[in-house]
């Protein structure tokens, strides 16, 4: 079943809409979306390597108005759905701890979840919740999806054959490792939160 996922995405990546494709993946993967675009940047890349500065750019620009996105996702809908249910529970003062506390690492905890395959959307909407300055969100957004999807495409540009038979061989092991890595991200914010 993964194989043929697999071959799936690489028939997507040659398609004439893949590029919107990924650019839409990216945007919502960033606010609402459970699935990274990575998946797709790989194949793309790997069908087409000489364009892989442009699917990077696509990916990052993309991904930070999605991040914008869930910002804003964060920021107004908190009082309407998000502090109802704090209070309902008792933690409202747990909360502006917390709020705090991210302030005062925002720029950090933004470069670092972004970079990391932990689920940035959960990143976006807390930050819109906590009301983290729109600057400091949006430079470290661009700098750590920057660097998130420039050296992943980077990377499968520079070792592209090889590494395309890897996945191809390891298909399994990687898929598993990549569910692992995201569980292990809702199981760490579950722990920090």
Same mark, same amino acid.
């Given at each position: 079943?993964?194989?043929?996922?697999? &071959?799936?995405?690489?028939g997507? #990546?040659?398609?004439?809409?893949?590029?919107?494709?990924?650019?839409?993946?990216?945007?919502?993967?960033?606010?609402?979306?459970?699935?990274p675009?990575?998946?797709?940047?790989?194949?793309?890349?790997?069908?087409?390597?000489?364009? *892989?500065?442009? +699917?990077?750019?696509?990916?990052?620009?993309?991904?930070?108005?999605?991040? +914008?996105?869930?910002? #804003?996702?964060?920021?107004?809908l908190?009082?309407?759905?998000?502090?109802?249910?704090?209070?309902?529970?008792?933690?409202?003062?747990?909360?502006?701890?917390? @709020?705090?506390?991210? &302030?005062? *690492?925002? #720029?950090w905890?933004? /470069?670092?979840?972004?970079?990391?395959?932990?689920?940035?959307?959960?990143?976006?909407?807390?930050?819109?919740?906590? @009301?983290?300055? %729109? *600057?400091?969100?949006?430079?470290?957004?661009?700098?750590?999806?920057?660097?998130?999807?420039?050296?992943?495409?980077?990377?499968?540009?520079w070792?592209?054959?090889?590494?395309? @038979?890897?996945?191809?061989?390891?298909?399994?092991?990687? /898929?598993?490792?990549?569910?692992?890595?995201?569980?292990?991200?809702? %199981?760490? +914010?579950?722990?920090?939160?």
């Amino acid at each position: 079943m993964i194989h043929s996922l697999y &071959n799936w995405t690489l028939g997507l #990546a040659g398609h004439r809409h893949a590029l919107l494709v990924l650019g839409l993946i990216a945007f919502v993967e960033s606010s609402v979306f459970p699935i990274p675009p990575d998946v797709l940047l790989f194949t793309m890349v790997l069908a087409s390597r000489s364009q *892989w500065l442009k +699917l990077a750019l696509i990916c990052t620009v993309a991904s930070v108005l999605g991040g +914008l996105f869930g910002y #804003a996702i964060g920021l107004f809908l908190y009082e309407s759905l998000g502090k109802p249910l704090l209070d309902f529970y008792g933690y409202a003062d747990k909360f502006v701890d917390f @709020q705090s506390h991210y &302030n005062d *690492w925002g #720029a950090w905890i933004v /470069f670092v979840f972004g970079v990391t395959p932990f689920p940035y959307k959960v990143i976006t909407i807390a930050s819109g919740v906590t @009301q983290l300055d %729109i *600057w400091t969100f949006s430079i470290s957004s661009i700098a750590s999806r920057g660097l998130r999807f420039f050296v992943v495409a980077g990377l499968l540009y520079w070792l592209g054959p090889p590494i395309r @038979q890897f996945i191809e061989r390891w298909l399994g092991l990687v /898929f598993t490792v990549f569910c692992v890595m995201l569980i292990g991200g809702f %199981i760490v +914010l579950k722990v920090l939160l």
